[in-house]
């Protein structure tokens, strides 16, 4: 049978951790590129949206505890984590690698 592509959604967690990666990112280079590198993280998540998501990035042992399976994806510094719903791939989270591990809880 063949699956059924699913659109990305992003969760309003996503959101936020997006939007502090964005504050992190101005910190560093400056808000235009932060705003740059925003756009690309949100870009990059467009590669879910094929018929073969499943092999696109790995397991995310840091989410192993949880019902769903969530996978990850890395652009640039940042982690991506996702999973696959009924009709949608959710991002659940962004994290900036260069941050605090702690935060990514």
């Known amino acids: 049978m063949e699956r059924v592509i699913k659109p990305v959604y ?5 959101i936020k951790d997006l939007e502090k990666v964005t504050k992190f990112n101005a910190m560093l280079h400056g808000f ?11 870009q990059s998540t467009e ?7 499943k092999e696109i990035g790995s ?3 840091d989410f192993a505890h949880l019902k769903h399976e969530y996978r990850k994806l890395f652009h640039y510094h940042c982690k991506i984590t ?4 009924k009709t949608k791939i959710y991002i659940n ?4 690698t260069r941050q605090n591990p702690n935060k990514n809880k």
Not at 10 to 14: E, G, K, N, P, V
Not at 82 to 85: A, K
């Open 32 to 42: 235009k590129k932060a705003i740059v590198i925003a756009t690309e993280l949100r």
């Open 59 to 61: 397991i995310d042992e």
């Open 93 to 96: 989270r962004v994290f900036d």
């Open 47 to 53: 590669i879910l949206e094929n018929n073969n998501f």
């Open 82 to 85: 996702y999973r696959e719903g």
């Open 10 to 14: 992003w969760t309003s967690r996503a």
